[in-house]
Every structure is written in C-alpha cells, then in structure tokens.
C-alpha cells in the first residue's frame, strides 16, 4: 500500500472517531443536563455542559480536516473552546459554592450514575484509538482531542463517586464538592487550550504540524 493510502486511511479512522465523539458527547450533555436539572444535580449539569464543549474539541479536528486550518485559523478556535471552559468553571463554581452554603440537597440520580459508569467504560477506549491514529499520522489536534476525551474519563470517576455518596450514604455534600472538582478540571482545560499546550506532541509524532504549539 502506498503511503498516501496508508495517510488517507488514518485521516478517515480520525474523522470517524471525531464523529463518534460528537454524537457521544451530544447525548451525554442532553442527558446530564436534564438529569441534572431535575435532580438539582451541579455536578450532573456541570458535567454535562463539559461535555458540550468537548464536542467543540472534535469539531475543530473535523474542521481542520475538511477546511485545511492554517496556524491562526487553529489558534482562534482553540481560545474559542479555552474561553468556554472557563465559563463554564466559573458557573460551576459558583452554583456549587451556592449549593454548599445554603445546604441544597440534590435528589439521588439513577440515571445519572448509569451515565458515568457508561462514560469510564467508552471514553478510555476512544482516547487510545485517537491517541495511536493521531500519532501515527502526525496530526497534533487529534492527539490533543485524545487528552481531552481522557480528562472525560476523570469526570466521569469524579461525577460517579459524588452521585454514588450522595445516594448510598446520604453525603449531600459530595454531589456540589464533585462539581468544583469538576470545574477546577475544566480550568485547566480552558488554560491549556489558551496556551496551545493541550496540541503538543513530540517532534517525531509531528513533522508537518500545523498546530500553535511552541513544540511543534
């Protein structure tokens, strides 16, 4: 097979794994939003609206993909998802804070712990698929989708143990703190992206890098 092939087909496992990505993640926003919204869940909702915004992650690989992003084309739409996530810790932090100190239970959320166990079963699976075709083609946002699609894996962990204490043990408490944990993670996403860290990969992954990484 020649190496444009061999190039051609990685580009179409990538551009898969980017739509299974948004369709995951658009389902798992809907359900943890409304879920959350009913049981007065933060950490449901704020797991949710990261969710959302991971679907912006996968867009800007089938973007580059199907428009050929040139270097600032990549670097405005990375701040484009920073400035979200930081929207988003903010909020969260905010309505945690809110819940914490009025005492606001939230309701236990059967559904919503399915979700997370579903979410940590899936989401590590699909970070070592994006990860190994990225690095085999070189392209720099497709691993950098994989880290987020891992960081997806420690809030589904985070989501599932404040859910479970809240309903086993009664630990209203845990569901809020899980949401500040959850925001502070998606800080640091927003950071990353900002500073173009989250796209880099080692030199030999990349040799036609395009991305606004200073490692590239």
Known sequence: MAAGDSVERLRRHAVRLAWFTVAWNCAEAVVAIG???????????????DSAIEVSSAAVVLWQFRARL??????????????????????????????????????????????AIASLIVMPILATFKRSVGRRMGAATVVADSAQTRLCTLLSAVLLMGLVANAALGWWWADPVA??????????????????????????????????????
């Open 70 to 115: 040139n270097e600032e084309c990549e670097r405005q739409a990375l701040r484009l998802i920073a400035t979200s996530f930081f929207a988003l810790a903010g909020w969260v932090w905010f309505t945690a804070g809110t819940d914490l100190l009025a005492q606001r239970a939230p309701q236990a959320s059967s559904v919503g712990v399915g979700l």
């Open 35 to 49: 879920e959350g919204a009913a049981a007065n869940s933060s950490a449901l909702i704020g797991f949710g609206l």
């Open 179 to 216: 949401a500040l944990v959850i925001g502070a993670v998606a800080a640091r996403e927003g950071v990353g992206a900002w500073q173009g860290h989250d796209c880099c990969v080692p030199a030999q992954a990349a040799p036609s890098c395009s991305a606004p990484c200073a490692c590239c």
